[in-house]
């Protein structure tokens, strides 16, 4: 019997994927765990496998095109069978030639047939120039082409630099997701704010003493915030909870996601166990979840089981903001810059190293007192660190 392929749920809110590119053509041979087919979702970029070996056929969607999880995208024929079954009612054959053949690629910057490392923005940007991604030097991590290095090509198919768009005419899954998700986010979690100024000088001379060991050179405040938010949690399960069904769940693990600004939009990877890490794991971690991400080959398992997330806005000078919760979290902490100001102690003036704390909460989840005592609580780990250096 032939092999449906089907578009695969690759995360909880997943509705439907995008066909990004065909890697096999109709009448191919395909062999089970092979890839023959990229998607996209809100959340990643990741290859496809064969369910099974055969014959590929009855290729129904075209690239580009967006189909509901579950749906039958194309067959594995067995040996022996010649045609495809038909087409379901509803769905439309898709025209053989709206298939390419799959591109041979030989990039330098990995093993021969391998395509090269760029973002999707990247490879659609490159598609509607008809620039080879192969042929750029990219500037992302490990030779990555981003969408600024397709830009700078500065031409279009024609090879002339006249009315070469300078953004993509539409926006990607992963920000259109974006946009959902944070307005329904804001539309139905009744949001609340507390702020704290934290006093960030014994953050700072953790980071500073800690980056002089052996393996930890490339800890980041971050990193430390990471580690310093899961204590937290640890303390505080009622924030580290969702609101779901009518009611309050409780997380079983604490996973700290971690805001990435990326071409697309915005991605949260995921650190699981956070509570659970040395901060040399917590960095490694941190490392290749925000390399994946810049490079868009996040796996459906960085980008899941979140439980509280950390957005840090410190490295572009801003002083405070408060972000939109991450639904279904409960609870998300904005982090302001690390600024010297002026501060009273003991009566005197002091210049210190501040920093804006600021937290949403999910007021169905987290009332005030609770939220105000877990402010408190990352607050104290912030100022005195006890027990959590290394």
Partial sequence: MPTDVIMPALGMAQESGKILRWLKSEGDAVEQGAPIMEIETDKVTVEIEAPASGTLAGLRVPEGADVPVGGVVAVILAPGEKTPPETPAGVEPMVTAQVPPPVQRTSGRGRAGRRPLASPKARRLAAERGVDVAALAGSGPHGAVLATDVESTGRGRDGSTAGVPRTPPRLGAIWQRMAERTTQSWQTAPHFYLSREVD????????????????YERVTHTDLLVKLVAAALSEHPHVNAQWHEGGIVAAEEVNVGIAVAVDDGLVVPVVHAADRLELREVTARREELVEAARTGTLRPQDVGGGTFTISNLGMYGVDAFSAVL????????AVGRIAERVVAIDGHPEVRSMSIFTVSFDHRVVDGARGARFLGTLADLVEEPAGLVP
């Fill in 200 to 215: 960030a000088g014994r953050l700072e001379a953790w980071r500073a003493s800690t980056r002089k060991r052996a393996g």
């Fill in 326 to 333: 991450n639904g279904p979290q409960a609870a998300i902490l």
